[in-house]
């Protein structure tokens, strides 16, 4: 069973200084047919002005990926932990038993776009942890690279969820395919670009979900950024 999620569809919020998408219900906005799927919570498209960035703040049990597209965003947690991440740079940060950061655009004259990722920890009570890596444009091109994972293999970050995170970019004529062990759901996010998903025709921002399907098959598209994500049911 496929449900598409267009990209006009999504929550909106613009603070001024952040204008952000919603996939699913987040802060005062409600939809109670995308509250979350299976462990994946949050999907928030954010661009924050330059000289601006969210202040201090907390969360605990909840596995929190960044996915920058471009800009500077700068991270700093109470765990002392300090970075700067560029485009092709993935954080995780595993709240656990509490956590409290911040993320700011220091740049004056450049927003800075990511994607801000939840999901659901099968583990709640541990302690918080921190990590990044870096994901090449040779690494996804045409390919499907696994960036998270519950074991850190293949060199992605790891979450505490059994769920697996695959990045890809795909020019004309690029074509990929997933296969869905039994009884596993798949949401695609496009993030730019066009790209057909098991036959249906998506666009930067629009999504799938996928239910009770064997293979995810991405084909026929136009400079398009994506990211599956295959989840327990």
Known sequence: MLQIRKSEARGAANHGWLDSKHSFSFGSYHDP??????????????????????????????????????????HKDSMGTGSVLHYGDVQRMSA?????????????????????????????????????KNFTVESKLGNLRLIASNDGREGSVLIHQDASIFATI?????????????????????????????????????????????LVTLGNATDAEVLVFDLPN
């Open 33 to 74: 047919d995308h509250v979350g799927f299976g462990p994946l919570l949050v999907i928030n498209e954010d661009r924050v002005q330059g000289s601006q960035g969210f202040g201090t703040h907390g969360h605990r049990d909840m596995e929190i990926i960044s996915y920058v597209l471009s800009g500077a965003l700068e």
């Open 170 to 214: 795909l020019r004309s004529g690029d074509a990929v395919e997933h296969k869905l062990a039994a009884g596993r759901i798949a949401y695609v996010h496009v993030i730019r670009g066009d790209v057909t998903v098991n036959g249906t025709a998506l666009k930067g921002g629009d999504a799938l979900k996928l239910t009770a399907e064997e």
């Open 96 to 132: 656990g038993t509490g956590v409290r950061h911040s993320e700011f655009n220091h740049n004056a004259d450049e927003k800075v776009h990511f994607l801000q990722i939840w999901i659901q920890p099968n583990q709640v009570g541990i302690p918080p942890s921190y990590e990044e």
